[in-house]
């Protein structure tokens, strides 16, 4: 009885043993990585942006520019028309599992050139996607914070840190310094820093608003206002951009990994501009200087 006693006890104790050094590891870990994917989950990331781009547009309505731009709220705001006939195409959000490989598959395709903003524990969480970017001859990478917050609801000490952090891990892979806000979204303190650290703060002429429209290809009238899409594209994602850019003749696109109508639309997005007489330059080359903050 004895012996079977010992032998139950040793059994437990090599169960508690495993546990601590081998399953718990690895659970915490799968925990640590569900808790990331949660964070940056297509559904929730899509209502902070409708959250953050209609409280955008309240606070133009109600405040002066000059009131905004000397408070330094929104970066992502280009003053200076695009360069005639010429596109900037920018991906946010990044890197994403299956989107990331058929975006380089697009630019490919067309051999045209793009820039992916990426999240900083994004990049730590999938290296080998950072790896099939870098080795792109028509790709470059931009720093979009470390965990993607709105740069507005946050303290300078908590600004610091996505910007501290980030910048260490992106120095390795990137000698690019561009930097683009999540949301747009900026502060006086944020710009010194970044520009006391060589970055130049990249915004967008053209917003896809990818993020608005929804799996039918639909946006409501509120999100329609808030991105600026027309009466008669409000159920076509794919004209919403072509008479954007047409409009504006040009210039920097923001686009998101994370969202289907991008990955959906662009290869006959790129065939369409390539018919219609746009050229594709990459952020970093001279006439694309001008843009920058």
């Not at 940056?40 to 731009?69: C, P």
């Not at 002429?205 to 639909?218: E, R, V, Y």
């Not at 990955?263 to 970093?284: E, H, Y």
Request: with cysteine; glycine share 4%; aromatic share 10%.
């Amino acid at each position: 009885m004895q012996s079977l006693f010992n032998s139950a006890i040793f059994s437990y104790l090599k169960f508690i043993y495993l546990f601590i050094f081998t399953l718990a590891p690895i659970l915490a870990k799968a925990d640590e990585l569900a808790n990331t994917l949660q964070i940056h989950s297509i559904s929730e990331e899509t209502k902070s942006i409708k959250k953050h781009r209609l409280k955008k547009l309240i606070e133009h309505m109600n405040s002066g520019q000059e009131n905004l731009k000397h408070q330094c709220r929104f970066e992502s705001e280009i003053s200076i028309p695009p360069t005639q006939k010429k596109i900037y195409l920018t991906f946010d959000d990044g890197p994403e599992p299956g989107q990331t490989e058929h975006i380089l598959e697009v630019l490919n395709k067309y051999h045209v050139p793009a820039t992916f903003f990426m999240i900083g524990e994004k990049v730590e969480l999938h290296p080998s996607l950072v790896k099939l970017v870098r080795q792109s001859p028509l790709a470059s990478i931009g720093n979009h914070s470390w965990s993607h917050p709105n740069f507005h609801d946050i303290l300078e000490e908590k600004q610091v840190l996505e910007i501290e952090k980030s910048s260490a891990l992106f120095f390795q892979i990137t000698d690019q310094l561009l930097f683009r806000y999540p949301y747009g979204n900026s502060s006086c303190e944020s710009n010194q820093l970044l520009k006391s650290r060589n970055y130049k703060i990249i915004g967008w002429h053209i917003d896809s608003c990818d993020w608005a429209f929804d799996h039918k290809g639909s946006v409501d009238l509120k999100e329609a206002l808030s991105c600026g899409v027309l009466p008669q594209n409000r159920n076509n994602f794919f004209q919403h951009v072509i008479s954007t850019v047409q409009a504006h003749n040009g210039g920097i696109i923001l686009m998101h990994e994370i969202h289907p109508n991008t990955l959906n639309q662009l290869d006959a997005l790129v065939q369409k501009l390539l018919d219609d007489g746009f050229s594709f330059g990459i952020l970093g080359e001279d006439e694309s200087k001008v843009f920058f903050h």
